[in-house]
């Protein structure tokens, strides 16, 4: 359950400056990946921002090993594993910092991203803080921005990926509906805001797949897994709004990285 707006509002600038893009199944290991040299790339649902146990050594990126790549890494022992993934990234951040340890032998590739270029942050702060038509307005926004200019920075950052790593299997994943509509909440957003919350996680998943599709790379879709376990349902693998951590709000949880996540990438890796 969510506070109420006007306890909210105490927190806008916290919720605000930390709300980045930024059960569990079992990892089954396929006898192939051996050889396999894997890099996983993206934003914060890569890096496992929500689920915890963060490694030290990555800061502010806050990578874990209970990240879906790294779950696929352990359960597979691939040749290699490079995780540079990083809480906040955009897709420019994405091409230019986290795009080193790709090269011609790269056989593959994993990645999240689109969702922090669009607005994933302020739509949600709108959404808790402000009223429903604001909301609203702003969740309409964020799908213009899909529709007019995210297609073009998918495209640099995919270019970029097969430039320098020609022949690797690129799985691109995209996120989950948040809320389950008619669920277990009795207070924060309206149905309303719920539904056009998920709605616009579909608009950008769909604008994702396309230009996935249109390089050549597998698109993963993790909204099946994540079905029942939205926020408002009974068993939620991601956090509502934490005011004892805000950073991990609107992510996955460890739960989340295993059942949703990690059976998604392994469909199609």
Known sequence: MKTSRSAALASS????????????????????????????????YSSGVGAGAYDAASGSCKRTPRAYPALWAAANSPSSFAFTACSGARTGDVTAGQLGPLNGGTDLVSLTVGGNDAGFADVMTTCVLQSEAN????????????????????????????????????????????????????AGLTENERRAINGAADHLNTATAKRAADHGFAFGDVVPNFTGHEICSGAPWLHSVNWVNVGESYHPTAGGQSGGYLPAFRNVA
């Open 13 to 44: 600038l916290i919720l605000g400056a930390a709300l980045t893009l930024a059960g569990a199944g079992t990892a089954q290991a396929d006898s192939s990946a051996a050889a396999v040299d894997y890099v996983a790339l993206g934003d914060s």
């Open 135 to 186: 909301c609203l307005a702003r969740v309409n926004e964020a799908k213009r921005f899909v529709d007019t200019t995210l297609p073009g920075r998918l495209d640099s950052v995919y270019s970029a990926i097969r430039s320098k790593a020609p022949s690797a299997r690129v799985v691109v994943l995209g996120y989950p509906r948040f809320y389950k509509l008619g669920g277990s909440c009795v």
